[in-house]
């Protein structure tokens, strides 16, 4: 069975400062990756996701993940964190030829000013 | 916006009841996901539909069932609640049924309060 790992349940960033949220997933074989935000009280959007070809995924927001295999790992990353940035965000695996998603806990991104 | 509707938003009830959340996909798209959302569990995939028939199902309690409409709307049919099964109630929906290249968008959600 698959299964994702997010490591810490909050992150504090500066405005401005490097974001890195971090994600591990459990998988015999390779999967499908994906990032979602969640912003309060609404639903999920995805911000990017690894299917093949590149390992260095771009997403929206300026947003960008590398899948690196010998790690199975996953981290979300942005340079420079902006107020709006601020919101859970839920890294998901989905086994190939599959379409369901399996969620991590969850990581809060917190951006102070 | 993502295109997912979800209604009710809220939904307040009390043990023992049963209630139906109903969610209509985007325009175009055949497969519709739900998603159990809770503070001990995190968020859970409970049941997947396309064009009509069931096509996968995770943690799903038996109490609760789900079905596709022809209008390719779906219903969630939670029964006998427990306090435990107050979460957000998720809605999502993609163009087809396998390929998770297929991006999922997600509706607002259904908050359910069980007292």
């Known amino acids: 069975a698959q299964s994702v790992t997010q490591l810490g349940s909050h992150v504090s960033v500066s405005e401005g400062a490097l974001v890195l949220l971090r994600c591990n997933y459990s998988?015999?074989?390779?999967?499908?990756l994906f990032w979602y935000v969640q912003y309060p009280n609404q639903g999920l959007q995805l911000l990017l996701k690894?299917?093949?070809?590149?390992?260095l995924v771009k997403g929206i927001n300026g947003f960008e993940a590398e899948f690196k295999k010998s790690e199975t790992s996953f981290h979300l990353t942005k340079p420079s964190a902006h107020m709006s940035d601020a919101a859970e965000h839920f890294c998901?695996?989905?086994?190939?030829?599959?379409?369901?998603?399996?969620f991590g806990k969850g990581t809060m991104l917190l951006v102070s000013p | 916006d993502s295109g997912v509707t979800q209604t009710p938003k809220h939904l307040i009830t009390a043990t023992g009841q049963r209630v139906t959340l109903r969610c209509s996909p985007r325009?175009?798209?055949?497969?519709v996901y739900w998603y159990q959302q809770s503070l001990d569990q995190g968020l859970q995939f409970l049941i997947q539909?396309?064009?009509?028939?069931?096509?996968a199902k995770g943690n799903i309690l038996e109490r609760f069932s789900a079905q596709q409409f022809p209008d390719l709307h779906s219903e969630l049919n939670l029964s006998s609640l427990e306090l435990g099964d107050s979460a957000l109630y998720f809605c999502?929906?993609?163009?087809?049924?396998?390929?998770?290249?297929?991006?999922?968008?997600f509706g607002p959600g259904t908050r359910l309060t069980v007292l």
């Open positions: 999502a929906s993609s163009v087809q049924t396998s390929g998770s290249i297929d991006t999922q968008y």
């Open positions: 998988s015999s074989v390779p999967p499908y």
């Open positions: 690894y299917t093949t070809g590149a390992t």
């Open positions: 998901a695996v989905s086994e190939r030829g599959y379409s369901t998603l399996t």
């Open positions: 325009s175009g798209d055949l497969s």
């Open positions: 539909y396309y064009n009509g028939e069931e096509r």
